[in-house]
């Protein structure tokens, strides 16, 4: 099939070199606002490649008129739920980085779109498709663990980000952390229930004036009763850390903790720090990244249903979202009433 790139910048290039390699993808078109980056993205991998089944387009528009089967979008967060909307009205299968949209108003729009027109779409929460978390779902759904009752999860960076960046992202909590309330919601089939978070700016100005927190942490309750701890930091100077940790009475498993994971014990004969931690997302989640564009490109040549549909980027963000309300006024918020109040039933 003929697979249509949209964005040519950091992911976007990871997912040119993953598509242009998978048996399912004869052709690969690159577009991209800027048709100079597109250009060097496409030619450069088509040399790598040895042969012409990349090719640049002049503009993201030329994507869709080129009679591609399906789409990528690695472009910019705001453009996400237009391109989204496009690929549907168009019928075309498309993978979204995530988020649909950053408030709740405009995913549930844009999916409306999806569902209007039948077609398949997936949401890029690449943790469902690591080899560690996979395993860690085997092992709570198989009941290896027994019941679990406490689930902590960790996403920290290694540096932060841009400042230009920062007013763009959604915030801390819907760019980051919705991986771990994706991941627990996966890994659990439990649904979120209630939070109560909170988050801390005493790192650099940037953070406050873009009316954002470089740390923050969360308490969910799930609808059986575990109990969640999530946090995450823009700040940890140690390297690219994300875990999970999940406590059973019969077992406890933990994902993300190897011999790159950048901490250090204070045992005495207790491991050092790592001589290569993780330096950031594309390295830690590389095989993540390929397996899930394999998966949806054996979706869409298949047949099949999406392996991460839209509707599961609206319930982690409405997580995110009753986050951010029990953050700004400093109380528990259930997951219902911040649903409620961007008019989601």
């Known amino acids: 099939m003929r697979v249509g790139l949209l964005g040519a910048g950091r992911i976007g290039s990871f997912h040119a070199a993953v598509l242009a390699a998978l048996d399912e993808v ?37 994507v869709f008129a080129s009679g591609v089967d399906a789409v990528v979008i690695a472009t910019a967060t705001a453009s996400h739920a237009g391109l989204i909307t496009r690929a549907a009205r168009a019928g075309l299968p498309a993978f979204c980085e995530k988020p649909v949209a950053l408030d709740v108003a405009g995913t549930a729009a844009a999916l ?16 469902r498709f690591d080899a560690g978390y996979r395993a860690a779902r085997e092992a709570l759904r198989s009941g290896r663990l027994g019941r679990v009752h406490t689930i902590r999860a960790v996403t920290s960076d290694a540096a932060p980000p841009p400042a230009e960046f920062l007013p763009l992202s959604g915030g801390l909590v819907r760019d980051c952390m919705v991986h771990d309330f994706d991941a627990v919601r996966w890994l659990t089939g439990r649904e979120v229930v209630e939070v109560f978070a909170r988050g801390s700016d005493a790192g650099a100005a940037m953070f406050r004036e873009a009316g954002d927190v470089d740390t923050a942490a969360a308490l969910l309750t799930l609808d059986d009763g575990t109990l969640v701890t999530a946090t995450a930091t823009r700040c940890n100077g140690a390297g690219y850390d994300v875990r999970m940790e999940l406590s059973g009475e019969l077992d406890q498993w933990a994902v993300g903790l190897d011999g790159r994971t950048p901490v250090t014990s204070a045992e005495p004969g ?4 790592p001589a290569r ?3 950031d997302f ?9 397996a899930e564009l394999a998966a949806f490109a054996g979706a869409v040549a298949g047949g099949g249903a999406s392996p991460c549909p839209g509707a599961e980027g609206l319930r982690a963000l409405l997580v995110a979202e009753a986050c951010e309300l029990s953050r700004r006024e400093n109380r528990p918020v259930r997951v219902a009433e911040a649903a409620a109040a961007a008019g989601i039933g």
């Open 282 to 290: 594309l390295e830690r989640f590389e095989g993540a990244y390929r």
């Open 112 to 127: 409306r779109e999806v569902s209007a027109a039948g077609t398949l779409l997936q949401i890029g929460f690449q943790r």
């Open 277 to 279: 931690p993780w330096p």
């Open 270 to 273: 207790g491991p050092a720090a």
């Open 26 to 62: 004869d052709e690969l078109l690159v577009g991209d606002a800027d048709a100079g980056r597109a250009a060097e993205l496409a030619t450069g991998l088509a040399a790598r490649l040895g042969g012409a089944r990349v090719r640049p387009v002049p503009a993201v528009d030329d």
